[in-house]
T-cell receptor, first 122, second 117 residues
């Protein structure tokens, strides 16, 4: 079963408008982390924002905010005041467990969704 | 954020040759690094977990004899594609986790685009 679901293959947004990219997840582990990455056409994966399962408040990083609804198991990314440079693929990812560096713990890897291609229109 | 470098950024080789890709964490130590593969218009697929001082852990379906991983130091992991064939052509990207206060954050290298003729 898919652990990370991104239902929007592509999205369009007008420049300077806000846009929400959807992400739902599935896990029975009470400790987990949710990540959003941006991948422009160059291919590099750029870390945007992180939300831990025990965090009380929604994460924010500049123009990025994460709308974390734990009961609904959703972690939507909100980009405010879209810019042309925001056009890219966006991936939601989850790590079960709070830390990566636990030796032999294969479950501490990142699982990615299929991504959403965002196009910002001038 | 942390910086992870990857070299080369792109490589073209003939079928049957071996290609080595390096992944370095530039300003932090990483006992664990991850290697991913990405086909066009698809998501990242984890190939293996590279562990400093021990053997790599491969995901199901990934041939360990074809994709050799060596975690030589706390800042360097290498992926060698042995006897490459056209079906190995892909975008390979590594990542390394860096502790960031309450949790780790995983940073990615810029990727290596491999084309096998």
């Amino acid at each position: 079963a898919q652990k990370i679901t991104q239902t929007q293959p592509g999205m369009f947004v007008q420049e300077k408008e806000a846009v929400t990219l959807d992400c739902t997840y599935d896990t029975s582990d009470p400790s987990y982390g949710l990540f959003w990455y941006k991948q422009p056409s160059s291919g590099e994966m750029i870390f945007l924002i992180y939300q831990g399962s025990y965090d009380q408040q929604n994460a924010t990083e500049g123009r990025y905010s994460l709308n974390f609804q734990k009961a609904r198991k959703s972690a939507n990314l909100v980009i405010s005041a879209s810019q042309l440079g925001d056009s890219a693929m966006y991936f939601c990812a989850m790590r079960e467990g709070l830390f990566f560096q636990v030796s032999g713990a294969g479950s501490y890897q990142l699982t990615f969704g299929k991504g959403t291609k965002l196009s910002v229109i001038p | 954020g942390a910086v992870v470098s990857q070299h080369p950024s792109w490589v073209i080789c003939k079928s049957g040759t071996s290609v080595k890709i390096e992944c370095r964490s530039l300003d932090f130590q990483a006992t664990t690094m991850f290697w991913y593969r990405q086909f066009p218009k698809q998501s990242l697929m984890l190939m293996a977990t590279s562990n400093e001082g021990s053997k790599a852990t491969y995901e199901q379906g990934v041939e360990k004899d074809k994709f050799l991983i060596n975690h030589a130091s706390l800042t360097l992991s290498t992926l060698t594609v042995t006897s490459a064939h056209p079906e190995d052509s892909s975008f390979y990207i590594c990542s390394a986790p860096q502790p960031s206060g309450r949790s780790d954050t995983q940073y990615f290298g810029p990727g290596t685009r491999l084309t096998v003729l």
